[in-house]
């Protein structure tokens, strides 16, 4: 699998963990913890975009992978 160079991060003090970037996620890479925020799995991750997209509080963006130019 090709990884892109970019992934979600998620600022886990703003989130609301209302599961919308759940229900997006191609690749299933998000997952709420423990319904208190939400967390991306970056090795799943292609950043695609659409988490950050429809996030209701903006607090998923996205950042470049280590290595990536």
């Given at each position: 699998m090709v990884k892109l160079k970019k992934y979600a991060d998620?600022?886990?003090?703003?989130?609301?963990?209302?599961?919308?970037?759940?229900?997006?996620?191609?690749?299933?890479?998000?997952?709420?913890?423990?319904?208190?925020f939400a967390r991306v799995d970056s090795e799943i991750c292609v950043g695609c975009g659409l988490c950050g997209k429809t996030c209701p509080v903006g607090c998923i963006s996205p950042v470049l992978r280590e290595g990536a130019a």
């Amino acid at each position: 699998m090709v990884k892109l160079k970019k992934y979600a991060d998620v600022d886990e003090a703003r989130c609301v963990a209302c599961g919308a970037c759940t229900n997006v996620c191609p690749r299933g890479a998000i997952s709420v913890i423990h319904g208190c925020f939400a967390r991306v799995d970056s090795e799943i991750c292609v950043g695609c975009g659409l988490c950050g997209k429809t996030c209701p509080v903006g607090c998923i963006s996205p950042v470049l992978r280590e290595g990536a130019a």
